[in-house]
């Protein structure tokens, strides 16, 4: 069992910045490679970013890349996500997830995620 807590969210302006942090329980967080997605009012769940275990493969959905960056400490059992030139579609709820299939050829189905943190929310305006 892993435990995913995330926190870092908040109302930004548009163009700021955020750092969310998502910090996991046990001794086994260095196993899973880690994943970030969000969801908006009304829209469904979209992948945003994910993070092998040694963190040397990152994936970026088109909409994120070159804004935010992804990045773990293994030995905080920590991930984070650093969220630059921030737009308002990018508000929504931030999930942090650990991925329990480990299969890199669909790092962003959701579906293959079997640890989920509570969310937090990120709000950014115009």
């Known amino acids: 069992q892993v435990q995913l807590v995330e926190s870092g969210g908040g109302l930004v302006q548009a163009g700021g910045s955020l750092r969310l942090s998502c910090a996991a329980s046990g001794r086994t967080f260095s196993r899973y490679a880690m994943g970030w997605f969000r969801q908006a009012p009304g829209k469904e769940r979209e992948f945003v970013s994910r993070i092998s275990r040694t963190g040397r493969t990152i994936y970026y959905s088109d909409s994120v890349k070159g804004r935010f960056t992804i990045s773990r400490d293994n030995a905080k059992n920590t991930v984070y996500l650093q969220m630059n030139s921030l737009k308002p579609e990018d508000t929504a709820v931030y999930y942090c997830?650990?991925?329990?299939?480990?299969?890199?050829?669909?790092?962003?189905?959701?579906?293959?995620?079997?640890?989920w943190g509570q969310g937090t929310q990120v709000t950014v305006s115009s």
């Open positions: 997830a650990a991925d329990t299939i480990s299969d890199s050829s669909t790092y962003d189905n959701a579906g293959q995620y079997g640890y």
